[in-house]
């Protein structure tokens, strides 16, 4: 048995008081919880006692799954009663857990879709800030039924060159016009005929022309385009802190839930546990301890030996 984090609890059902003493041993000032229980499983047969037990050790796995995938913090603690009703618990419990995943699942998916509207919103404002700054009109932008006009960035040191080429290709039928400086690159805007556009377009690519897509909008301009697409995105983001707070809730109700859901599986399980180690009927104490240090492995496997010890890490 490994040994403990200083953050642990031992849960331990167990026969004799030397062995509880070393547990007690073990504690934190005022940190421990000791009762005398019968070990009893209301008549059940061996074979019924350890299907109970696979049965709770599923059950204990999914419950754990679950915290893990709403990232809760495991808070230990003694259950209360000293006996579980087994079927309704196991009914009851697995109602709880999809009650949680579904609610959690529900609430997360209306983040993240949120969230993808808010990273597309600014990724269209980037884009429509970058068209406002580019010196060109919304007007100049726009195609026409018979010319192509893309928009684009060309280096400082290569527009010379590109609007040569263009004249000595095309003449008049493709236009280049320049707009503003940004660092070492202009912003240009090319026009051309449907029929010489890809032509043209594929004269300005050898000198670096990078086109620059320009996203639909249904405003009278672009700046009128960023004002909308901002207002827009500070809504969904008041959206998606009103979610965040709603699934920080779900969290908080659902880790009190399963905390307590836990607690009863685990003492559940070994108490069916000490049943089959220490006999039907056997007198016990069944014995909670929040570790004050970290436990030796001798003595751990020394209370293994006298009964059952179960080792649970918790905030």
Do not use: C, W
């Amino acid at each position: 048995m490994s040994t403990p984090a200083k953050n642990s609890v031992l849960r331990a059902i167990l026969a004799d008081d030397a062995a509880v003493k070393m547990v007690t041993a073990l504690a934190a000032l005022g940190k421990t919880e000791s009762k005398k229980i019968a070990l009893t499983s209301g008549k059940n047969t061996t074979e019924q006692i350890v299907n109970r037990i696979k049965e709770l050790s599923k059950l204990r796995d999914e419950i754990l799954q679950v915290m893990r995938q709403l990232n809760l913090t495991r808070e230990a603690a003694p259950s209360t009663g000293d006996q579980l009703e087994h079927d309704s618990e196991l009914e009851s419990a697995k109602r709880e857990l999809d009650e949680a995943r579904n609610e959690y699942q529900e609430v997360q998916g209306k983040i993240e879709k949120i969230q993808r509207q808010i990273d597309e919103s600014k990724k269209k404002v980037a884009a429509l800030t970058e068209i406002f700054q580019t010196g060109f009109s919304t007007d100049q932008i726009e195609p026409d039924r018979d010319f192509r006009r893309v928009l684009g960035r060309l280096p400082v040191k290569k527009l010379d060159a590109g609007q040569k080429a263009l004249q000595s290709q095309y003449k008049d039928q493709a236009v280049l016009a320049i707009g503003n400086r940004k660092q070492d690159m202009y912003y240009v805007l090319l026009a051309a005929p449907n029929d010489k556009s890809s032509q043209a377009l594929q004269t300005l690519l050898l000198y670096d022309f990078t086109p620059i897509e320009t996203p639909e909008y249904k405003s009278a301009d672009v700046k009128s385009e960023i004002q909308t697409e901002d207002a827009n995105a500070k809504a969904l983001f008041k959206e998606l802190e009103g979610l965040k707070l709603q699934l920080d809730d779900l969290r908080r109700r659902a880790g009190r839930t399963l905390n307590r859901r836990l607690d009863k599986v685990v003492d559940a399980l070994m108490l069916l546990r000490g049943i089959l180690k220490l006999g039907e009927g056997s007198q016990a104490s069944r014995i909670y301890v929040r570790l004050e240090r970290v436990a030796p492995n001798e003595t751990l496997n020394s209370l293994s030996r006298r009964g059952v010890v179960e080792l649970e890490s918790s905030s």
